[in-house]
């Protein structure tokens, strides 16, 4: 083997910088995927969004480039012409840019699978994501499927066989490094460098200037890119005697003292005939699915009971509208009991009064963490799951194990029991005696669907899934009726959350507090109440204040929540829903959203009701100030 066989034909370092600007016009076409969220409205704002897009696929390649900086100092070449000392000079080599194809893959990767999230579900790479891929239930929840995560894979390892041929480029091919001094002398690399700076201060002054003046195509296209990280100078523009929107003033802060709940001892004085419950709770079920065609049973069910037309859960994710419904305070308490996995005052209360109960699932309790908030006090044997099949099949079983638990209650005691329904969740799965929307997508593929072209095909899917849900529904709202057991039984039949196809330019939930995404629909049967229909705001914080009096507790509602019973007809002024990272506060005018603890990324946003945009967003602030400020105090009473 002769010595120039072995030793590389350009210095290390050069081969480097070959590789790292080759790996940026790699991540230049992995980003160009998040400009088609962004803001092309006129050439500002084009300009803005461009100079973002350049700076910051540079940006994301300099935690790669800092370990492969620090691989090569710590792996210098020995300039020594012993043959072991070369060999092991070009093993060092090879070690290098090893690490280099690992570090610069695994960013692109990140980025593959931020801009795939952002895309169908408008959220970048965040808490909730990472819970649920690391949290036991997680993925099965998500809805994936065998084929996409082969073509997720296949997607993850190209990205690492590309960085390996450009490194296999830059080392061995010296046609190569011929062309780069022609198409790169050292005139056009400074030239080059001077573009990614100015676009770097451009994009953080336009961001500035823009959040000052509250410029909303600006400032949308920057929530497009992931770990954005804005600069403002409102304090400064305030101290030169600049006008600035007050928007930015109004701050809601998350809990993150330790609970105070409830705020006084419960006092409870039970009734004679306590009455029996029965929730069932359909994950994804939007509001306008209680429809006479899409789910008749229930129809006619909810003919015979109260429907409110106008309910909301208490956010746009399960988390969210779970916790609203079980606790009856703002969603975003959720984490503070989640780490002191503390119960709500409604299980408790059915605990001490003695009460049958079974929970069933036909997704996971651990995914959210049911087992560690709202069941957190109730034994094992009373949470069962049933997996294993599609979602509408053990929707089935599960209401079968439901009905026979029903069948051996003790007629001395009442009896809970809650179902949680899997049939409308994404893939929107159901038997083929339950279509009744036709054409509908034959195999809902995340890795090669186009969201345009197959959404109305989703859609129904989904409608079938309800369909299907609604005879599962029915079973067991019959067999109460057949045993008589509706004269003493509360029946309460609502969705999580809701589910949105594309009318606000989002897919499924917990992305945005569109409509689709957090209007659910409320059948509430209390033996002895008749039948009504209300068109009042009502929403899940309701449920807890609605049931816990029936069962004899005689505390003002706000000792235990921010909810009003649904059963006394008071007319809510607004309403408040929650996220992972943010709060909206909604009523007959407006829908706004604000971060919690978070600026800049996660932005203010006004609409109307119906997500229709707002030109005066001020005359929000001027009016709805007072409000604001009880939203902040009731946030922060349940907390030391």
Aim: proline share 5%.
């Amino acid at each position: 083997m002769q010595t120039s066989e072995l030793r590389p034909a350009l210095p290390r370092a050069r081969q480097l910088v070959q590789f790292f600007l080759l790996s940026y016009v790699i991540t230049l076409a992995n980003t160009y995927g998040f400009l088609r969220h962004a803001s092309f409205a006129n050439l500002p704002t084009t300009l803005y969004t461009l100079a973002v897009y350049l700076s910051y696929s540079f940006i994301y390649l300099l935690p790669a480039a800092a370990i492969i900086t620090i691989a090569n100092l710590l792996l210098r070449p020995l300039d020594d012409d012993n043959r072991k000392r070369l060999l092991t000079s070009i093993r060092r080599d090879r070690i290098v840019f090893a690490v280099a194809i690992l570090a610069t893959g695994a960013t692109q990767v990140l980025i593959f699978a931020d801009r795939t999230i952002f895309t169908f579900f408008g959220m970048h790479l965040n808490g909730f994501v990472w819970n649920t891929i690391f949290t036991s239930g997680g993925m099965e929840s998500a809805g994936g499927s065998s084929s996409a995560t082969v073509i997720y894979m296949l997607f993850i390892f190209g990205y690492f066989v590309v960085q390996g041929l450009l490194a296999l480029v830059v080392r061995r091919v010296p046609a190569f490094d011929r062309l780069w001094r022609r198409m790169m002398p050292r005139r056009n690399v400074i030239g080059g460098s001077a573009i990614l700076v100015a676009c770097s201060i451009g994009g953080t002054f336009g961001y500035g200037i823009s959040d000052i003046r509250s410029y909303s195509p600006v400032l949308m296209s920057a929530s497009v890119f992931p770990l954005y990280f804005p600069i403002t100078f409102r304090h400064l523009a305030r101290r030169m005697g600049f006008e600035v929107d007050a928007r930015d003033t109004i701050r809601v802060s998350a809990a993150d003292g330790r609970l105070n709940y409830p705020l006084k001892p419960i006092d409870l004085q039970p009734t004679s005939h306590p009455m029996n419950i029965v929730l069932l709770v359909a994950e994804s079920l939007r509001a306008d699915m209680l429809d006479p065609e899409i789910m008749p049973e229930t129809w006619r069910f909810a003919e015979r009971a109260h429907r409110f037309t106008r309910h909301y859960s208490g956010g746009n994710g399960t988390r969210m509208g779970m916790f609203s419904m079980f606790y009856g305070l703002y969603g975003n308490l959720w984490f503070t009991f989640l780490r002191e996995h503390h119960g709500p005052v409604l299980i408790d209360v059915l605990q001490q009064l003695g009460y049958q109960m079974k929970m069933f699932t036909s997704a996971r309790f651990t995914y959210p963490e049911f087992d560690r908030t709202v069941f957190a006090k109730l034994p094992g044997d009373q949470l069962h799951e049933e997996w294993g099949g599609l979602g509408w099949e053990r929707d089935r079983r599960n209401v079968e194990l439901i009905l026979n638990f029903l069948r051996v209650q003790s007629p001395d005691r009442p009896f809970m029991t809650f179902m949680f329904f899997e049939s409308p969740h994404a893939r929107y799965y159901f038997p083929p005696e339950s279509v009744i929307r036709t054409p509908y997508l034959e195999e809902l593929n995340y890795a090669t669907m186009d969201l345009d072209q197959d959404m109305p095909l989703i859609k129904n899917r989904y409608i079938n899934a309800c369909h299907h849900l609604d005879s599962q529904i029915a079973r067991i709202t019959d067999y109460l009726d057949q045993q008589n057991l509706l004269d003493s039984t509360i029946v309460l039949i609502t969705g999580d959350h809701g589910e949105e196809f594309m009318e606000n330019g989002r897919w499924g939930h917990n992305s945005e507090f569109t409509e689709g995404q957090v209007r659910t629909p409320m059948v509430l049967w209390v033996p002895g109440t008749g039948a009504s229909v209300s068109n009042q705001l009502t929403s899940h914080l309701d449920i807890a204040p609605t049931i816990l009096p029936l069962l004899g507790v005689r505390n003002d509602p706000r000792d235990y929540s921010v909810g009003d019973s649904l059963l006394t007809g008071t007319a809510r002024e607004y309403l408040v829903l929650a996220d992972w990272s943010r709060i909206a506060y909604l009523d007959d005018k407006y829908k706004a959203s604000f971060p919690i603890q978070l600026g800049g990324v996660l932005r203010n946003a006004i609409t109307t009701p119906d997500d229709l945009p707002v030109e005066d967003t001020a005359d929000f602030y001027r009016t709805r100030q007072s409000r604001l400020v009880d939203i902040m105090k009731d946030i922060g009473r349940f907390s030391r």
